[in-house]
């Protein structure tokens, strides 16, 4: 009887140590986790009425990732944006859950900028790629938001070609 009750007292020990080494395992194993991106808009509008950008898509690119499969859509939150109401204050654009990270890059796909400046002469903008590009890097903590706010400067960020 002896030895059924060590044998018994064994294998609960080993049961023991195997559970609790799983535990300290999962517990302790470096997963990135998830974190949030909060992309914000905002504007210093001078001569403008009224710029209303309409975007489509928010996407970020993961650091020393090298194809177009790493992307990362944002879930969009608000489409069209006023620019030239945001002068002192920013509007939502995207906000959504992200891989922990480091981001290198973020792309807003525009698909029409219709604008009105103060003196009302009609001014429709045109992004020729269809995405406005930023390359300013940003790290997404786990159960964490990193805010991002896109500042315009439409007076800096306008350029008239031959055709207006």
Same mark, same amino acid.
């Given at each position: 009887m002896t030895s059924g009750r060590t044998a018994i007292l064994a294998i609960a020990i080993v049961l023991g140590? /195997?559970? $609790?080494?799983? $535990?300290?395992?999962?517990?302790? @194993?470096?997963?990135? $986790?998830k974190g949030t991106v909060s992309i914000? /808009?905002?504007? =210093?509008?001078?001569?403008?009425?009224? /710029?209303?950008?309409?975007?489509?898509e928010v996407k970020i690119h993961a650091a020393n990732a090298r194809n177009e499969?790493?992307?990362?859509? &944002?879930?969009?939150?608000?489409?069209t944006v006023g620019l030239a109401a945001l002068s002192d204050l920013s509007e939502l654009l995207s906000f959504g859950n992200v891989s922990a990270g480091k981001y290198t890059q973020m792309r807003?796909?525009? &698909?029409?900028?219709?604008?009105? !400046?103060?003196?009302? %002469?009609?001014?429709?903008? %045109?992004?020729? @790629? *269809?995405?406005?590009? %930023?390359t300013h890097p940003f790290t997404v903590t786990a159960d964490y938001t990193e805010t991002l706010t896109l500042d315009f400067h439409l007076d800096r =960020? !306008?350029?008239?070609? *031959?055709? $207006?």
């Open positions: 140590v /195997v559970v $609790g080494g799983v $535990g300290v395992y999962l517990v302790t @194993s470096k997963s990135p $986790g914000h /808009v905002k504007d =210093c509008a001078d001569d403008w009425a009224h /710029v209303n950008v309409i975007f489509s499969s790493t992307w990362r859509s &944002i879930k969009l939150q608000t489409r807003e796909v525009v &698909i029409d900028a219709p604008g009105t !400046m103060t003196n009302g %002469t009609i001014v429709n903008f %045109t992004v020729p @790629s *269809g995405e406005l590009k %930023t =960020c !306008m350029v008239q070609n *031959g055709s $207006g």
